[in-house]
């Protein structure tokens, strides 16, 4: 059985919005208005055919035994070499036997699907010959036409051969015919396009149709025996016509992904074909077909092989890892049709020494370093003496390979003074996870993405440009892992401990499973009462939080004290303690409620809630201060309201628990800085049990205690150092409350009093609020008294 045994794609990370190019060359060109939507794929400045062609076979390589391939072919109308061999570098780069074949494809858009069947048919003459087709376009285009639209940046590579097929190659059909649409001098850097009319109406529309119907007939198979359906086509319309010409159900066509990245040459064939694949099922017939030139049309059957296969990164995790680009003028620039003033520094010489090229190559081309076979270290570059201390053997080092080994960043910078064609220049220490540093230059990131840590993998580059001789200097370069700024950026607790009261239910059950989906242990406290803190205590609630976080793989313990009394804060953080061996954070959200007007209500009521919102509060943060101060970190959160700030009838025992939380809050802000520990106080506005049956049901329905979580997950987190402040939240909207200090008015003349008659004559200049701002502390609040600034001396 000959035919795919693996596959991988590539496009590039940047994505030039359409519209953008309208909105820039729209005064020029209004007709491209037509096909502005979506966006177009787009080589960073440092990538070419042959960088991307390089990645897409390393992903169709990850999982497949280089020193198996015997050759590869490399499709391609944008080669940077017209007489050096492009799939030469590709070979050294992907450090390939250099006892194999090779060839250069080119000359027509269908070269890929040419260079494919080529390869198929030679496998299928040799049974244990292995080849690599890989095809990749950057093509030029002039600004502000369709072609600019329509075009897009990407690669594609197969492996073919008899081992593990996940695609059985049934055979091909081919026309070759001098049709031309557009063309290339050999001297022009532009295609020479003819009317879009024509490579529509007499190319697509009857080329395609023509090779896909004679590999049918060739191979006795009906349209209604092929499951998918694979053509390139950049006119959408045209594209759906063909489909119907062939007779072929819509859902059977595979989308000519215009509006993702446009139409990638002669990679968007194998492209097509390789997002086909992610998608198909044993025993799916495939037809792809080739368009440029003529047309090349090949089927596969799906074998039980792609079941185990299922390549990573498939070719929507490829397209879904994006930066979209609206600047204009920096396509131009990174595509050489601007040349911006780049200064003296550019001036450096970029000739390269062929005889160290060549000496050198695997190092260069193929990043191969060294590793000691005496103590096993990873060096590069490669030399005669190892670079262990405590080794330092001599003639031991074996190659190894650097640039599929994992790696982090150790230190960088961003140099605005260095030649950039994105600036600033991003480079740095890079650290690899299995042994072995060097510096190199980053890409595909922005500098306020990059720290310290940050996974990263190694990719082929251009890294100069010898324009006086026509020579691209490559190297490899280090680029953000996919996915691993995002994840850097997510707030995460790996490490630390969180105590949270109330968490049985509610808010403080929501808080408990975020902070325990992100790391955290968490010490879920309640005692198991009813609403006004009456009735049996029950360990029930609180341990179906822990059970709810321990199934999600998660750390969780219960703990059932109570937070009123000094015995049952000691306690809790002793859970703590004894469990995990540290308090990171404390959220302070149990609570009760014992609602009464003010004349109705007995010092019982009164002191029941004051003894669980504020002496809790008290309680718990005392013990738990005491180990964040001896650690230098900590996080607390007190749990005001509405009703604290602002009041609310019949709940005075309740508004004064919680405006006096404000109260412990600002002092424990001041008390807690030079160690790090940061308070904070939410507002929620959250259904639980305390208001269960006070809202209306549609109102409840909308406060979901999960639109109050992201706050308290920031507010517990590293990254926050606000503290003191108060934030509203609920519903998913968020505010900022705050104790306000206005400018006032002195009265008097600072020796005798003021009446009070002066007092109601500057009344509303006492009580305007324009310009009020928070104070810090009472020394500040003190000092503002006595030193008042631009107010107005009552005469």
Request: hydrophobic content about 40%; charged content about 20%.
């Amino acid at each position: 059985m000959i035919g795919i045994t693996s596959y991988g794609a590539y496009v590039p990370r940047l994505r030039l919005s359409r519209s953008a190019i309208y909105q820039a060359m729209g005064w020029f060109a209004p007709a491209i208005a037509m096909v502005a939507q979506g966006e177009r794929s787009m080589c960073n400045w440092d990538e070419d055919a042959l960088t991307m062609s390089v990645e897409a076979s390393r992903n169709a390589l990850q999982n497949a035994d280089k020193q198996a391939v015997d050759g590869i072919y490399l499709a391609s109308t944008s080669f940077p070499f017209a007489d050096r061999q492009n799939a030469g570098i590709v070979s050294t780069a992907l450090n390939l036997r250099e006892d194999i074949t090779s060839a250069d494809f080119t000359a027509a858009q269908k070269a890929g699907t040419t260079a494919l069947a080529t390869a198929l048919e030679a496998a299928a003459g040799k049974a244990d010959k292995t080849l690599l087709v890989t095809a990749a376009d950057c093509r030029q285009t002039k600004p502000g036409g369709f072609y600019e639209m329509w075009y897009g940046d990407g690669a594609a590579s197969f492996v073919v051969g008899s081992k593990d097929v996940i695609a059985q190659y049934q055979g091909s059909y081919s026309l070759s015919c001098d049709f031309v649409d557009h063309y290339r001098g050999a001297q022009n850097r532009f295609d020479y396009t003819w009317e879009e009319r024509w490579v529509r109406d007499e190319g697509y529309s009857k080329i395609i149709p023509e090779a896909v119907n004679g590999l049918l007939k060739k191979l006795d198979l009906r349209m209604d025996e092929i499951h998918r359906l694979v053509y390139p086509c950049y006119f959408k319309s045209e594209h759906k016509k063909i489909a119907m010409k062939l007779g072929a159900d819509p859902e059977k066509v595979m989308d000519n992904m215009h509006e993702v990245c446009g139409d990638t040459g002669s990679a968007h064939a194998l492209l097509m074909l390789a997002a086909a694949l992610d998608v198909a099922g044993p025993g799916e017939n495939i037809v792809v077909a080739g368009f440029g030139q003529g047309s090349d049309a090949l089927c596969f059957t799906v074998t039980e092989e792609i079941a185990r296969f299922r390549q990573a990164p498939g070719v929507q995790s490829v397209l879904d890892n994006r930066e979209p680009v609206d600047n204009y003028p920096k396509w131009l620039v990174f595509r050489d049709l601007l040349e911006p003033e780049m200064g003296i520094r550019a001036e450096a010489p970029t000739q390269t020494a062929m005889t160290t090229l060549w000496r050198k190559r695997k190092m260069i081309l193929g990043l191969v370093g060294g590793k000691c076979s005496n103590c096993e270290t990873p060096q590069f570059p490669k030399t005669e003496v190892c670079v262990n201390p405590g080794c330092t053997a001599r003639h031991t080092q074996q190659d190894y390979e650097f640039a599929g080994q994992p790696a982090r960043v150790k230190t960088f910078t961003g140099d605005m003074l260095a030649v950039s064609y994105d600036p600033p220049h991003i480079y740095g220490m890079i650290q690899f996870d299995n042994g072995g540093r060097f510096m190199a230059d980053f890409t595909d990131c922005k500098l306020s993405e990059v720290k310290v840590g940050l996974p990263m993998q190694m990719v082929f580059r251009k890294r100069t440009q010898d324009k006086e001789r026509g020579f691209v200097n490559y190297f490899w370069k280090a680029r953000p892992v996919a996915g691993a700024v995002e994840e850097m950026a997510k707030i995460r607790f790996e490490g630390q401990v969180a105590v949270i009261t109330g968490a049985g239910g509610g808010l403080g059950r929501a808080y408990a499973l975020e902070l325990a989906s992100r790391g955290a242990s968490v010490v879920v406290n309640d005692l198991g009462g009813a609403r006004d803190g009456t009735g049996l205590e029950s360990a029930a609630p609180a341990q179906q939080v822990v059970d709810e976080i321990t199934s999600a793989g998660g750390r969780a313990v219960g703990n059932y004290d109570n937070v009123a009394t000094a015995e049952g804060g000691q306690n809790i953080i002793a859970c703590a303690l004894d469990n995990y061996g540290r308090v990171d954070i404390v959220i302070n959200n149990a609570g009760i409620l014992r609602d009464k007007s003010f004349t109705k209500m007995e010092p019982e009521n009164w002191n029941a809630v004051l003894a669980v919102h504020l002496n809790g509060a008290f309680n718990v943060t005392r013990p738990a201060f005491e180990v964040m101060r001896t650690q230098g970190y900590g996080r607390v959160i007190m749990t005001t309201s509405a009703a604290g700030l602002y009041g609310n009838f019949g709940q005075a025992n309740y508004s004064a628990a919680k405006m006096a939380l404000v109260g412990m809050m600002n002092t424990l802000k001041l008390e807690g800085a030079k160690y790090d520990i940061r308070v904070n106080t939410i507002a929620p506005l959250a259904a639980s049990r305390l208001t269960e049956d006070i809202m209306p049901q549609e109102m409840l329905d909308r406060m979901k205690p999960e639109l109050v979580t992201p706050m308290v997950a920031y507010l517990a987190s590293e990254q926050c150092r606000e503290s003191g402040r108060i934030y509203n939240a609920g519903m998913g909207y968020f505010n900022r409350a705050a104790i306000l200090t206005g400018k006032g008015a002195r009265l008097g003349s600072g020796e005798n009093p003021p009446t009070p008659e002066e007092v109601a004559e500057n009344f509303e200049q006492i009580t305007d609020m324009t310009g009020a701002e928070p104070i810090d502390d009472a020394n500040a609040a003190l000092f503002a008294l006595m030193s008042p600034q631009e107010t107005k001396t009552a005469s």
